[in-house]
């Protein structure tokens, strides 16, 4: 029995109650500042990379629902929240997790960023750290990942405690919203940046447009010569702004006469005919050449030199190519085409024929050059297929929609100058390698520190700037590295998956660099073909029928689509391209045979 007085005791407990007030006060102060860390609310208040993080029911480590994130890749399943805290205060993060190589740490603090991790949880273990932040510091971002290559791992009950920050305050309107140059069926539109603003709304009339991050957006999907006003909010955890002052942008007028791909059946078959060179698929002349080619690009008009501009084309050489017509017999066959309701292009480039347009002078005679060709040949237009290191980017141009670099810049003046030309029935089509365009989604030009390969996405900047006249897309889906789509994962060619997942990409649009505020907006399904070899001999990524077949299947009903789940179903999908007619007839016309066989509706 404890035989202390009475009075002690109270002198005693006044005593550590004096001596403990302060402690015992600073805990008061600490709160719990993570929201929604026990995932019970869903993915309310994260955000996890390339759509990695997904709420589970079971294994959960306290209440209903848990984390689960799969990495994938170039990928960790990197999950963040940022939190409001206070300058100079200490903090305590803590989470349960499953799984290996789970790491969970703070960026942000003002003074040194922290980890922890562990590399094997079966079952669920705790992790904990400590920080201070910076005499300067408001936010913090806290974050849990996993490791490139490894299987989901699992977390709950993640805990940030320590002084709250000053409550976040709702942003004011945007101001200087304005309207850039609109084409068509788009309107861009910059602002400026707001105070303590995460992201901003653009709004259409009372609708909601998009979201992003930055001060400038481009709205598409307009009607053309119609006008449209245009509202700006700003938001943060605290809410949402008032809207911006309006602004009204009437978008430029469609073609009259007629719209690009006029003329063109809803399913179009795109095929390159080796009319001025031969190899082992052999020669075919343009009156050969079936009724199922709707589109015949001649392969290829090349320049003088890489960066002179100036394009020439001719027939085969007889020597080289036994059997070729004659120049008039080659010209009445493009008529006859063409009475059968047929496109003839001439495409610029392949992969000997590297054209640079560095000067103005070589953009002029670019024009100039191919003017005569199309001329003198009847053609209906233009294709692009500038490969190898005909298009790179200038270390920092870093924004397609605005790009700087030379070769870019007039490579887009001569189209647009060839277009005004010939007018709205001008057939416009481009051929580049995923390389160019949807690696963009992870890397762009040599990036902002330069180093990376310059040429990455560099076709980009020149589709969206001529996304309003471009008749088709065809990106050849072969010859190609694993490209990662929009699920974060890499995918190979040859498969149906790969052309799913590239051509979600271009259907869907995609963040450019990963930057969200700078996003390469969708194409129009009419606009897009899917680029394949004819055959095995054609090109490396051969791709067999049935995955072919499977790959339409996806994209156009939204049926046998494998893993991949895409962004959409596109009914309107123009059709597919393939290098090339020659190496289709020395296959027995396999490809075209199919193409034909294949039931759209």
Known sequence: MDRTPLAALVVALAAVLTLGGPTATARAADAELARNGGFEAGLDGWSCTAGSGAVVAAPVHGGAQALRATPAGGDNARCTQTVTVRPDSAYTLSGWVRGGYVHLGASGTGTTDVSTWTQSAPDWQRLTTTFRTGPATRAVTVHVHGWYGTGAYHADDLSLTGPGGDPAQVPAAPAGLTAGTPGPTSVPLSWTPVAGATAYHVYRGTARALTVTGTTATVTGLAPATPHTFQVTAVNAAGESPKSAAVTATTAPGPT??????????????????????????????????????????????????????????????????????????????????????????????????????????????????????????????????????????????????????????????????????????????????????????????????????????????????????????????NSGPIMGLDGRYHSMGTADFHIAMTDMLLTGFPVAGDASRSFPALRPEQV?????????????????????????????????????????????????????????????????????????
């Open 257 to 478: 006469d007629p719209p690009p791909g006029q003329g063109l059946p809803p399913h179009a078959l795109v095929g390159y005919l080796h009319a001025s060179f031969a190899n082992g698929s052999g020669y075919t002349r343009m009156a050969d050449v079936p009724d199922s080619w709707d589109v015949i690009n001649l392969a290829f008009g090349e320049p003088t030199s890489v960066t002179s501009g100036d394009i020439r084309f001719s027939l085969c050489p007889a020597a080289e190519c036994p059997g070729v017509e004659s120049a008039a017999d080659f010209k009445a066959a493009i008529k006859a085409k063409q009475a059968a309701g047929k496109k003839v292009l001439i495409s610029i480039g392949g992969q000997n024929g590297q054209v640079r347009l560095a000067t103005p002078a070589a953009r002029d005679t670019f024009v100039a050059s191919v003017s005569r060709i199309i001329d003198e040949y009847g053609l209906d237009g233009l294709d692009i297929d500038f490969e190898g290191h005909s298009l790179s980017l200038a270390t920092g141009d870093t924004d397609f929609r605005d790009p700087t670099t030379p070769v870019i810049v007039h490579l887009i003046s001569a189209l647009k100058t060839l277009k005004a030309a010939y007018g709205p029935g001008f057939v416009l089509t481009m051929a580049p390698e995923t390389f160019f365009v949807q690696l963009g989604h992870q890397y762009y030009g040599s990036g902002p520190w330069g180093g990376q390969d310059p040429r990455a996405g560099a076709y980009l900047p020149v589709i969206h700037a001529l996304r309003d006249d471009l008749t088709l897309l065809h990106v050849q889906d072969y």
């Open 529 to 601: 073909a899917i680029g394949l070899p004819a055959s095995p001999h054609a090109g490396n990524g051969h791709t067999a029928p049935a995955e072919v077949r499977q790959a339409l299947d996806c994209l156009t009903r939204g049926v046998n689509c494998g893993a991949y789940r895409t962004h959409g179903t596109w009914p309107a999908l123009r059709g597919l391209m393939t290098w090339s007619v020659n190496w289709d007839r020395f296959g027995g016309w396999e490809f075209s045979k199919n193409f034909d066989a294949y039931g759209w509706s």
